[in-house]
């Protein structure tokens, strides 16, 4: 699928800020020794401040931008439209936690909204999650990898940003540090794995498989078992460029498929690791680490979506997908 670059905006950014106020929260609530305490609400804010960027973003993908307020119609039955409300829902929450953070307000009343910030930041990004995985047509994004990979790489770029604020003070981040090493550990199993997922040749659909004779069909005027006849396209109904081609039968050149690889592995991976494990905190070296990782990211995000080989496919030439 052809990858829009506000809808990767807005799945790195809005995660990533997901992930600040899910960990900020966590540190408001069970008081976890990873900031100075005035240092919460300025983390607090700068997580509202990318996904509302990122919430923004994804909306340049859309033809008629006025049109937005029509994702919120379908809350029982769409993952996007489910998206939406909570997000709303979020902002308003995330940012009266930061108010209260910012005015010194009463313990109780800034754990409860510790609370709902955390929830709704964990639901929304299940819901930006499940907007693909959910999607029956995509192969290589309906599989439960996709939400975890999101959860997990959503919070290591969370953690990695508030470990960016709390540098100053070694002995106050080394235990927020030992959490950027283990969620970068799992970052590695995950997307090896997921891609391993997609790649497996036995869950690839065919032909057969979209017009419903998997086991192949009986020649007219016998009887017996289906015999294993390959279906093969005779026209695909157009002779030109149309939105299906343009959208669905994007193909991303092998080599550009290595280099947005390298550059997740390098730079949304190795970049930030050796950051953290060689403890650099100059102000330069953690804007270029946090900079970097959420670049390698974006190359991620960009290859999740040329990855996916919609069933439209199908009816257009591809054996499978």
Known sequence: MKPALSVVLFTVLSGAGLGVLALTGCVALFGLPWLFPERLPHATALGLALTVAGLLSSTLHLANPRNAWRAFARFRTSWLSREGVFSLLLVASAAMFAALLYAGADASLRAGFAVLTIALAWTVLVCTAMIYAGLKPIRQWRTPWTPVAYFVLGHLSGALILLGIARVDASNSVRLAHLCLVLVVLAVAVKALYWRAIRAPRDALTLEQAIGVPQGVRPAGTSGTPT??????????????????????????????????????????????????????????????????????????????????????????????
């Open 228 to 321: 294993a006849m390959q279906a093969r396209l005779f026209d695909a109904g157009h002779t030109g460029r149309t939105f299906l081609t343009d959208e669905f039968g994007f193909r991303l050149a092998r080599r550009h498929r290595g280099v947005l690889l390298a550059a997740f592995w390098l730079l949304g991976i190795v970049a930030p690791l050796v950051w953290v494990a060689g403890a650099w905190w100059q102000t330069p070296v953690v804007v270029a680490a946090c900079a970097a990782h959420l670049g390698g990211l974006l190359a991620e995000r960009a290859l999740f979506f040329a990855d996916a080989r919609h069933t439209v496919r199908l009816y257009h030439g591809d054996a499978r997908t």
